[in-house]
């Protein structure tokens, strides 16, 4: 867990926007490499991985699909050497003033995110959360710098540092997805020890918050048998809504809902609780809002599972997790992928009287 916990920081300390993923795809290729047996691109930026099982050709596959973009910003004006950004993927702005960032201009250049006086925003927006609209980024360079160095459409990412907190919590920006990246790069670690009849592909997958295309497209050219996504669920902090949030401290979500298939749901439900690794229920009625919406309908459709890691403080410069989770999560998708045998598919052969709620 070592290892991973350093893998981890050291994504959190790059950037790759949504659209704009090279640099974590870089960190990520050279993790991945000594773990697996080929590695590619695809054509619009998603890492793709494969080991190969042991079993007869032509094998099964299982996909297991996590996004490596982040949000972030992108500069969309320049005033007298002052910064306007706009957002790439969803961002609370209430927490955005005072942040560090990086401004990716002809060089990266160190920033800070400030808001003007209250009292000289419009009456309407006074005594509240200052609008994205009129946050502004401050290089610290002349306005004459600025022009020279800083265009209209460059990247803003931000430059928090990774923090280790109590003891089995970490903090830092990025960490969804990058957490679950970690979970999939732990149970590649794991499989190296592990006998799996299936051919396994391991996915970072771009533009998650913002198209959902890069799993759709990854579907759609690996053609999986069956996939995994694993990404970050909303955990419990303060105000947060009881009934839609986890607990930090007990496990990984095992998510319930139409993105997911439902005898992959039972199959994971049972292998937790035979491993006696703690985990917990969620329900989401709608869609799920992650890449599972997109690879379950890839192609002629995928049966998907959907996990979740509790996360406090979404989409924020400041996001948390215990990273405990990470362990968890990738030992049982391990264990899983291990089990996999050729009869397995003949499970997922389900009618409308197989489904949940039917007696």
Not at 24 to 51: F, N
Not at 161 to 187: F, W
């Amino acid at each position: 867990m070592t290892d991973t916990l350093s893998h981890l920081k050291e994504m959190l300390l790059v950037s790759g926007l949504s659209g704009y993923e090279e640099p974590i795809r870089e960190v990520i290729t050279y993790a991945w490499k000594p773990l697996v047996d080929e590695l590619s691109v695809s054509k619009l930026g998603s890492l793709h991985a494969l080991r190969h099982g042991r079993g007869p050709d032509p094998r099964p596959s299982i996909m297991i699909a996590t996004h490596m973009d982040a949000i972030g910003l992108i500069v969309s004006n320049i005033k007298d050497g002052f910064l306007t950004v706009s957002e790439i993927g969803g961002i609370d702005a209430r927490v955005l003033p005072g942040q560090l960032v990086t401004v990716h201009g002809s060089e990266d250049l160190p920033g800070l995110v400030v808001q003007p006086p209250d009292f000289t925003l419009p009456d309407s927006e006074q005594n509240r959360p200052v609008p994205l609209k009129r946050l502004l980024v401050d290089t610290g360079l002349t306005p004459r710098q600025v022009k020279q160095k800083v265009k209209i459409g460059d990247l803003v990412s931000f430059a928090s540092q990774p923090q280790e907190m109590n003891g089995k919590y970490i903090t830092g920006h990025s960490l969804d997805n990058r957490a679950s990246v970690a979970v999939l790069t732990e149970c590649l670690a794991l499989l190296q020890t592990r006998l799996h009849l299936w051919d396994v592909w391991a996915a970072a997958t771009v533009q998650e918050e913002v198209t959902l295309g890069g799993a759709l497209t990854s579907g759609y050219q690996l053609r999986p048998t069956l996939a995994v996504v694993i990404d970050v669920t909303f955990a419990k902090g303060p105000g947060a809504s009881e009934p839609q949030t986890f607990d930090m401290d007990k496990g990984p979500t095992l998510e319930w809902g139409p993105n997911t298939h439902p005898k992959l749901h039972d199959e994971f439900i049972q292998l937790a609780e035979t491993m006696e690794i703690p985990f917990q229920k969620a329900v989401y009625p709608r869609m799920s809002g992650t890449d599972a919406i997109t690879l379950q309908i890839a192609g002629d459709g995928i049966p998907t599972m959907l996990m979740g890691i509790p996360l406090r403080y979404m989409h924020t410069p400041v996001e948390m997790i215990q990273y405990k989770d990470i362990e968890r999560a990738a030992r049982i998708l391990a264990e899983f992928i291990a089990a996999l045998d050729d009869e397995f598919v003949e499970k997922l052969e389900w009618d409308q009287d197989d489904e949940k709620g039917e007696d």
